[in-house]
């Protein structure tokens, strides 16, 4: 089925509107426009499991599309559709009695190196290893605070309405974050200076 520009062209929430009239087109493009961010979103979360993110982003559209009208189209659907995901991740946080440390503590031992010759040891797929499991080990408020702005590349204000927080405590979360990245990811030496620099935006 081809859509037409005028159906592609729409906001979400005008495409909300048409949802709630039982328009299948405009549930179309809404899911075209976000499953893939969803199922990102899910696995960053829930552990690295793609068969859970899967099933998490169907379940979410399948509360879309089963209760549209819960959306107040007068709001941001982009800051609606995360609170509604975060809250799933919530709740099977709670259902799993998931702790800060998901995985158990998993240490990997870097060469007795030292200088250029460790740089060179580490290549970046080890880095982002190393920062997936340190990630995992943080609590869910930080994590999650963390994924939405690096990840999902979501403003300050967006990511303290779906986490009902001042932008100030969203800041301070990420600024502690940071801190506790860089004493976990120390052993990277220059490489932790990328993180620290491609981060310090986040609290501007």
Same mark, same amino acid.
């Given at each position: ?11 979400d #929430?005008?495409?909300m509107?048409? $949802? ?5 087109k405009?549930? %179309? ?5 976000? *499953? +893939?961010?969803?199922?990102n ?15 998490f982003?169907?379940d ?20 609606w ?10 709740? #099977?946080?709670?259902?799993?009695g $998931? ?7 998993v %240490? ?5 190196? *030292? +200088?250029?010759?460790t740089?060179?040891?580490?290549d970046?797929?080890n880095?982002?290893q190393?920062?997936?499991?340190a ?10 605070t ?5 990840n999902?590349e ?15 405590t ?10 506790i ?24």
């Open positions: 089925m081809i859509l037409g520009r005028s159906y592609l062209d729409k906001e #929430e005008e495409l509107k048409l $949802v709630q009239r039982k328009d299948s405009a549930f %179309e493009v809404i899911y075209d426009r976000y *499953s +893939g961010r969803m199922v979103y899910f696995y960053k979360m829930l552990w690295q499991d793609e068969e859970k993110a899967q099933d982003m169907h979410l559209f399948t509360k879309l599309i089963e209760k549209p009208q819960h959306f107040d189209v007068r709001k941001n659907f982009k800051t559709f995360f609170s509604v995901a975060h809250n799933m991740c919530k709740n #099977e946080y709670r259902k799993q $998931v702790r800060s440390e998901v995985h158990g503590s %240490e990997k031992d870097i060469p007795g190196q *030292s +200088g250029k010759e740089l060179k040891a580490i970046e797929s880095f982002n190393e920062l997936q499991l990630l995992n080990e943080l609590d869910e408020v930080k994590k999650t963390f994924l939405m702005r690096y999902d979501m403003s300050i204000k967006e990511i303290s309405e779906i986490m009902e927080c001042s932008e100030g969203v800041k301070s979360r990420l600024f502690y974050t940071l801190k990245l860089n004493q976990r990811l120390k052993a990277f030496d220059g490489l932790i200076v990328w993180i620290l620099i491609a981060f310090s935006k986040l609290l501007n």
